[in-house]
């Protein structure tokens, strides 16, 4: 009997670690599904709750680069400096920005993500809005349609590029 219940405790423990395996080793998230994630954690590493002190600017800023190519092309039209970012400037730029505001909450609306055939690069398209409170109590916001150009680097999807997206109107 002790040696039956050894043996399905064994087989259990088996079973456990396979599975574990499984889902370590497989990559089982779609390239949509990441393209989502990444930029949805540009968003929350933007975003600046009323009361986030000194810590949490640096902690978020110095995320961001992770997120980007280095150098990227960045061309906003008035928010910041249009030009190549290294992974340094876009942490500065982000303290810099985040300094400024009590919150700030980005947002991403009406996204269109489009994958090349050879799976390295993808171009997603979306409307950004801005949303935040100065340091003086001035009220900001803005909304971009902009082009964010991805590549994949070493399995991880990453910002290379991004700009105002020219939209004819009829």
């Given at each position: 009997?002790?040696r039956?219940?050894r043996i399905?405790?064994?087989?259990?423990?088996?079973?456990?670690?396979?599975?574990?395996?499984?889902?370590?080793?497989?990559?089982?998230?779609?390239d949509?599904?990441?393209?989502?994630?990444?930029?949805?954690?540009?968003?929350?590493n933007?975003?600046?709750?009323?009361?986030?002190g000194?810590?949490?600017?640096?902690?978020?800023?110095?995320?961001?680069?992770?997120?980007?190519?280095?150098?990227?092309?960045?061309?906003?039209?008035?928010?910041?400096?249009?030009?190549?970012?290294?992974s340094e400037?876009?942490?500065?730029n982000s303290?810099?920005?985040?300094?400024?505001?009590?919150?700030?909450?980005?947002a991403?609306?009406?996204?269109?993500?489009e994958?090349a055939?050879?799976?390295?690069?993808?171009?997603?398209?979306?409307?950004?809005?801005?949303?935040?409170?100065?340091n003086?109590?001035?009220?900001?916001?803005?909304i971009r349609d902009?082009?964010?150009?991805?590549?994949?680097?070493?399995?991880?999807?990453?910002?290379?590029a991004?700009?105002?997206?020219?939209?004819?109107?009829k």
């Open positions: 009997m002790v039956k219940i399905v405790i064994l087989l259990l423990i088996m079973i456990a670690a396979a599975i574990g395996a499984w889902y370590f080793f497989a990559d089982t998230e779609s949509e599904a990441h393209l989502r994630r990444v930029l949805s954690e540009i968003v929350l933007i975003t600046k709750r009323d009361g986030d000194t810590t949490s600017n640096l902690i978020h800023s110095k995320a961001l680069p992770g997120y980007f190519t280095s150098p990227c092309h960045v061309s906003l039209g008035g928010y910041v400096d249009s030009g190549d970012f290294t400037s876009i942490t500065n303290m810099r920005i985040r300094s400024m505001f009590r919150s700030l909450s980005p991403i609306k009406d996204l269109y993500l994958i055939p050879d799976g390295k690069t993808a171009t997603a398209d979306f409307a950004a809005s801005i949303r935040g409170v100065l003086n109590g001035e009220e900001a916001e803005g902009l082009r964010c150009k991805m590549v994949k680097q070493d399995g991880k999807w990453k910002v290379g991004v700009n105002i997206r020219e939209v004819l109107e």
